[in-house]
């Protein structure tokens, strides 16, 4: 009657903290974001100036659409940070 009744009190306290890890909220995929917004930079950034300009932007309708209110200082570039801005509307 002992261990029947230690196996239940550990099946509920294993059940309680799963349900407490379960509202826990997780930032894997801002982390998959950035990570995608970083090797989707380097894909349109074909001259591998670190920066994407209007005719390499051409090749992500999204990207070419923004491309002008994204370029913040208006330099005719987009930079990671102007460039992550589109990415994360």
Avoid: C, W
Avoid at 17 to 36: C, H, I, K, R, V
Wanted: overall charge negative; proline content about 2%; glycine content about 4%.
């Amino acid at each position: 009657m002992n261990r029947k009744f230690t196996l239940v009190l550990a099946a509920g306290a294993l059940s309680i903290a799963g349900l407490s890890l379960a509202d826990e909220p997780t930032t894997a995929p801002a982390a998959s974001t950035t990570a995608d917004t970083t090797v989707t930079f380097s894909k349109l950034d074909t001259d591998h100036d670190g920066k994407i300009s209007a005719s390499e932007a051409t090749a992500n309708q999204k990207v070419a659409d923004q491309f002008v209110a994204a370029d913040k200082n208006q330099d005719g570039y987009l930079d990671q940070s102007e460039f992550a801005a589109i990415t994360q509307s």
